[in-house]
């Protein structure tokens, strides 16, 4: 049996190898600190495998996660100049590669559903080929790996340094950020535990009148746009809205498919996203971007498909969620 | 009540631009404390729950292939491929399709090939406005029918990536959701079924958005031909004024 935990290891060896190479690498200013974040990333997902098994304490991976975000927090990564072609030999590579090179990227999704939709199903000995309970999350690591192999083939690249090397420049590029809506996992954790979910619970059910559903969607769904605005980030505003509306009213009380109600309810806080200034590089850079005048241009283009999503939204999640 | 404080301080700290990873930090520990969780059980519990998420960062799995496919050319081959598609099309039509090809290439995984550097800038506006210039008999724009054009461009490759992204089911979001729910509600949710729940909402952005490019080519048409009457009374007042001011000029 393929288990979960072997994927965590791998890409927290990843992640550990990527973190040796930015150390060496003296054209990042902020080379320690982007190592330190890292590689400290890496031992927290091998550590993290005895947590879950209470064979180790979770209070040192605590600390560990504060460590990240202070590193993070504080500004202490940064990223190098990665050594990779110029835009006339990505052209030139284009043109010689073609279609082809969209096969790779193809394989990752097509991996992943069988995996998820057949592979899932295969038993030797009577036990299954893949831990069951996590096969969606396995086909992805399966479908990466067989993208890579591909990839290698397609594109004729015999040193599997190439991608790491590559890799590690996205991931120098996307920076902590690439960990934040882990953490905004954590911090719903944090709500729960300490009983926000309860407070707001009652605040909510003294607001909505009994079993009253259409009103409870359109309470989350409005919830999730504006705090959206307000945040300028779906992500941040989907613990707060779950914990309150989501949870307890939609999904315990009224049985709601969480499924629908979750990934449509994250769709309304995209809307609001699609309105808001706040979210800087969806709707500002864009309108730098373009030069143009009137900086709130995109969100002028962007707002009444918005508005109209949102309905939907809402009537997708009243119309097919109980 | 007065744990609802925690809730405040995320609202605050992302409101006024903090930092993303210092806000979650504090809002956490400040929650904690509020809900009169001991230090020592605010640190176990940030290091349960983020060893029951992990799966929400393992797409950098999905980097090393995206890196090498990207220093190979993906980017400048998938320009080549929208630019073979708009040559004849209008504005409004031009925009539709790409649209649909934003939104069904994030659903398959490739959200990087597009965006306001990659794609738009470099490729999506200067065709769109193209288009409107064709209409226009090859003048060139008014400003501010120019600034609507590539609005319009900037917005439907956003539209296009945020509701075409989430039927895939490696991407943040979705691994979000099921990372905050299964730690955080004890049960079991797949991505795979988050992402089928995203189909309906991407079909009817696609409807909707679509549905407005298609009439913006009517209100493009008019706004052209409302821009070049204004210019035309503004060049004739100028013709006619321009003795007068002359000699306005030289009466001082």
């Known amino acids: 049996m393929i288990k979960s935990e072997w994927f965590f290891w791998l890409v927290g060896a990843v992640f550990v190898i990527m973190a040796a190479q930015m150390l060496r690498d003296r054209t990042n200013p902020k080379r320690h600190g982007t190592a330190a974040f890292w590689g400290l990333l890496g031992v927290c997902f091998f550590y993290s495998t005895w947590v879950n098994e209470k064979s180790l304490p979770a209070e040192p991976l605590g600390v560990a996660v504060l460590g990240l975000i202070c590193i993070g927090g504080f500004n202490l990564t940064g990223k190098g100049v990665p050594q990779t072609t110029s835009e006339s030999e990505r052209a030139s590579l284009a043109a010689r590669f073609g279609a082809k090179l969209f096969i790779p990227a193809l394989t990752i999704p097509l991996v992943a559903m069988v995996c998820a939709v057949l592979v899932a199903k295969v038993r030797i000995g009577g036990s299954p080929v893949l831990e069951e309970g996590s096969e969606t999350i396995l086909g992805l690591g399966l479908g990466a790996i067989v993208a890579l192999a591909v990839g290698m083939w397609v594109l004729r690249e015999r040193r599997v340094s190439v991608p790491l090397h590559a890799g590690r420049g996205l991931l120098e590029s996307m920076g902590w950020a690439l960990l934040l809506p882990q953490l905004l996992a954590v911090l719903g954790a944090i709500f729960q535990a300490a009983g926000v979910g309860t407070q707001v619970r009652e605040i909510t059910e003294s607001i909505l009148p009994d079993g009253q559903k259409l009103a409870a969607v359109a309470l989350y769904c409005a919830g999730m746009f504006v705090f959206t605005v307000i945040m300028g980030n779906a992500f941040a505003a989907f613990p707060v809205m779950t914990a309150a509306v989501g949870w307890p009213v939609l999904i315990e009380q009224m049985n709601g498919d969480p499924a629908a109600v979750l990934a449509v309810g994250m769709l309304a806080g995209f809307c609001g996203t699609l309105c808001t200034p706040m979210a800087a590089n969806f709707n500002l850079v864009p309108a730098a971007l373009l030069e143009l005048k009137d900086q709130y241009g995109p969100i002028k283009a962007q707002a009444p498909t918005a508005v109209a999503l949102l309905a939907c939204n809402i009537a997708i999640v009243y119309l097919f969620a109980f | ?252």
Not at chain 2, 79 to 86: A, N, Q
Not at chain 2, 106 to 132: D, F, K, N, Y
């Open chain 2, 1 to 252: 009540m007065i744990v609802l404080l925690g809730v405040l301080v995320v609202v605050l700290g992302f409101a006024t631009r903090r930092n993303p990873l210092l806000v979650v930090g504090v809002a956490g520990i400040v929650t904690g404390l509020l809900g009169k969780l001991s230090p020592v059980e605010i640190l176990r519990t940030f290091g349960e729950s983020f060893a029951s998420s992990r799966s929400v960062t393992i797409f950098a799995i999905t980097l090393p292939v995206i890196g090498l496919l990207e220093r190979n050319g993906l980017q400048q081959q998938a320009r080549t491929l929208i630019g073979k598609l708009g040559t004849k099309l209008t504005t409004g039509r031009f925009l539709t399709l790409y649209l649909l090809l934003r939104q069904l290439t994030a659903a398959v995984g490739l959200q990087t090939i597009g965006g306001p550097a990659q794609s738009v800038r470099p490729m999506i506006a200067p065709m769109a406005e193209a288009a409107t210039e064709r209409m226009n008999e090859d003048r060139p724009l008014p400003r501010k029918v120019r600034e609507k054009v590539r609005s319009h461009a900037a917005g439907t490759d956003t539209v296009g990536l945020f509701f075409g992204e989430d039927c895939f089911l490696a991407i943040g979001s979705i691994l979000l959701i099921t990372g905050l729910v299964n730690s955080t509600y004890h049960t079991h949710l797949e991505p795979l079924h988050l992402a089928l729940w995203a189909i309906p909402s991407a079909v009817c952005a696609f409807f909707i958005h679509g549905g407005r490019l298609l009439r913006l080519d009517r209100k493009l048409e008019r706004d052209l031909v409302t821009a070049n009457a204004e210019m035309a009374v503004a060049r004739e007042d100028a013709q006619g004024r321009s003795p007068e001011s002359t000699e306005g000029g030289a009466a001082k």
